[in-house]
């Protein structure tokens, strides 16, 4: 079993910076690919971004050269740096872990889920 937790939501003005964080407990996270999602308001959740164990990064296209996942498995952890942010950024964020590195995009196949973060960014 796999427990995550993220960190780092709040508010944030249009144009602005933050880092998510998503602490991992209970296995290590070396042997899984990572997530992050989010799912706004009257939305399905989407994939934002997602990193293999080694290091291959997935984008949606709407955050490409804005956000950066990276990952620290010696601290168990994965971050989403998101800068130039914009008001429809704002959602509940979060982190999930999957078994294989494939099928990076499609939210079913990830095994493990967090219980979010919010995060708002004001025009």
Same mark, same amino acid.
């Given at each position: 079993?796999?427990?995550?937790?993220?960190?780092? /939501?709040?508010?944030? *003005? &249009?144009? #602005?910076?933050? =880092?998510?964080?998503?602490?991992?407990?209970?296995?290590?996270?070396?042997?899984?690919?990572? /997530?992050?999602?989010? *799912? &706004?308001? #009257?939305?399905? =959740?989407?994939?934002?971004a997602a990193v293999t164990t080694g290091g291959y990064t997935e984008y949606a296209d709407s955050v490409k050269g804005r956000f950066t996942i990276s990952r620290d498995d010696a601290k168990n952890t994965v971050y989403l740096q998101m800068n130039?942010?914009?008001?429809?950024?704002t959602a509940l964020y979060y982190c999930a872990a999957?078994?294989?590195?494939?099928?990076?995009r499609l939210q079913g196949k990830y095994d493990y889920w967090g219980q979010?973060?919010?995060?708002t960014v004001s025009s």
């Open positions: 079993q796999v427990q995550l937790v993220e960190s780092g /939501g709040g508010s944030v *003005q &249009a144009g #602005g910076s933050l =880092r998510l964080s998503c602490a991992a407990s209970g296995r290590t996270i070396s042997t899984y690919a990572m /997530g992050w999602f989010r *799912q &706004a308001p #009257g939305k399905q =959740r989407e994939l934002v130039s942010l914009k008001p429809e950024d999957k078994s294989g590195n494939y099928n990076l979010g973060t919010q995060f």
